[in-house]
């Protein structure tokens, strides 16, 4: 479904959208249902919606220049014409009268056309302009992409595989599919059981395990959704977040009531454990290595749309407890100052003449070597309640995911270990995991680093 962006916009249209929800969700009988077909039902229902009034209709003049106009296109009529009627009347009388007439129309044109272009690409480079100045790069970058000539498509390269360069699309796609199972199945994330069962988990209030395992209210589903970014790509069901914000109350009443559902018989849709995989070049390296390539999860929206809920209850109590050192994916923090506080060091120790030793560390494949077993251990250690983590852990517990390539889809495998790049709890439980790591080093090995006096 192709969203036309500008009835998103429209009151009478959106109106006429969340009616139209208001009614089926009446008509589909949810609570006879479970939850994965109450699910399928809410899928079906707010897709047939969005055909009906939300996409766009099919543009007549799609192959048409986009700064073409329909004055121009009857002056370049006239003038064909014209030019036609000096050809027949080659060889006459009234040759030059016809040649003149084509040759006045040949100049309106062309002035009409290069004026119209000088106006078009003031416009565009002011929409540009606008974006940047509003913070607001997707929309820039959206616009210079429509005018990208000569783009060459990674998923379309070849790939290698043992050194032999792969042609046909199914080989392709069978390599990444294999690429990605080893990767994401056979990663060596292995910890032992003792270090795993030696991980301490604290007593929690009453109050707090009230405030975590609390029913989704309509309010988070509401903020949640507000904080989701709009013109990102669907999972496997094909809904977007512009779609859910556009179903408005009517939209938010009904996710409210997965949500419960879900929350209460911790079940979810069977397809919110299915992902696709989006190979996206790392800027670095051969491309026609798949190892060069970084694996992105299509997830689906509503699902994310849980954990954002689950994120928002979590994360201020969480935040407290991370090292002050650690700035990744944390509200007003930026690695800009770690960059500068190093760059403070070295001038420091240089000018003091300091003996100084700095460790830089590449972790590969982070992400995908997150052994799942301790890091919900250590949800538990940082105070998460049982109902949070089985409530995490329901998107992973049977996770698997499909290749897409060029629209095509690749044979389903599971993914074992990892946490999901593209999910929105990643970086944060990332985040847990790596501080929990950092504080056993520096307190069994006694590291002071560099103290500063300010």
Sequence with gaps: MKIDRSKLQD????????KELVTTYEESNQSS????????????????????????????????KEWMTDEIMNKVDEKSAAYVKWQNHRGTADEDKYKGKYTVLRKVVKNMINERQIEYWNKVSSEIETAITQHDPATAYAIIRRFKSGKQDVQNMSVKKKGTMLLRSDEKLERWREHFEELLVNVNSAVGTH???????????TLEIQRQDKIPTLEEIQLALSQMKSKKAPGNDGII??????????GLIWLKELSVEIWENERIPENWSSAILIPLFKNK????????YRGIC?????????????????????????????????????????????????????????????CFIDIQKAYDS?????????CSHYGLTDKIVKSLQLVYKDSNARVKINGDLSECFKMHTGVMQGGIPSPFLFNIVFDFIMKKVLSETKIAGVQLSY
């Design 11 to 18: 009151d009478l249209i959106l109106k006429m959208y969340q």
């Design 33 to 64: 249902l479970d939850v994965n077909n109450k699910y399928i039902e809410f899928v079906k229902y707010v897709r047939q919606a969005t055909q009906k009034h939300l996409t766009k209709k099919a543009d007549k003049n799609k192959k048409r």
């Design 195 to 205: 270090t795993i069962d030696s991980i301490s988990i604290p007593n929690i209030s």
């Design 241 to 250: 977040v512009d779609i859910l914000k556009a179903g408005g109350t009517p």
């Design 285 to 292: 390296g051969d491309k026609t290595s798949c190892d060069n």
């Design 298 to 358: 299509l997830l689906n929206v509503v699902s994310k749309l849980l954990t954002r809920v689950i994120l928002n209850r979590i994360q201020i109590m969480i935040d407290q407890q991370l090292l002050e050192q650690q700035v990744g994916f944390r509200s007003n923090r930026s690695t800009v100052d770690q960059i500068f506080i190093v760059n403070m060091i070295m001038e420091k120790a240089s000018e003091y003449d300091i003996p100084l030793f700095i």
């Design 370 to 378: 997150v052994n799942r077993e301790l890091l919900w251990k250590i």
